[in-house]
């Protein structure tokens, strides 16, 4: 059964960071693409960053900079380092393992990302 469960979320202060995780089971998760998503309120959902499983990564050019993805095969993990955080980053964020010939599409269910002073 793959599970696709994101946590690391809160409350932060502008330019202050946080670090989310996405742990990702039942799939061969060296060679899965993973990537993270957000949605704030009254927008679509927009992709943050990608990870392939050769560690090949594209950002957003609203968090290139910033933010930097990476995992870790042994723990199944793929992680989001955010820093440098701005209000206009707050948002849900949701991990995405996309459709492909060993698996359909999975979302995480979201975690909270608040940025405000």
């Known amino acids: 059964q793959v599970r696709v469960v994101e946590s690391g979320g809160g409350l932060v202060q502008p330019g202050g960071s946080l670090k989310l995780s996405c742990l990702a089971s039942?799939?061969?998760?060296?060679?899965?693409?993973l990537g993270w998503y957000r949605q704030a309120p009254g927008k679509q959902r927009e992709l943050v960053a990608r990870?392939?499983?050769?560690?090949?990564?594209n950002y957003a050019d609203s968090v290139k900079g910033r933010f930097t993805i990476s995992r870790d095969n042994a723990k199944n993990t793929v992680y989001l380092q955010m820093n440098s955080l701005k209000p206009e980053d707050t948002a849900v964020y949701y991990c995405?393992?996309?459709?492909?010939?060993?698996?359909?599409?999975?979302w995480g269910r979201g975690t909270q990302v608040t940025v405000s002073s």
């Open positions: 990870i392939t499983g050769g560690s090949n990564t």
């Open positions: 995405h393992l996309p459709r492909s010939s060993l698996t359909r599409e999975y």
């Open positions: 039942g799939i061969d998760f060296r060679i899965s693409i």
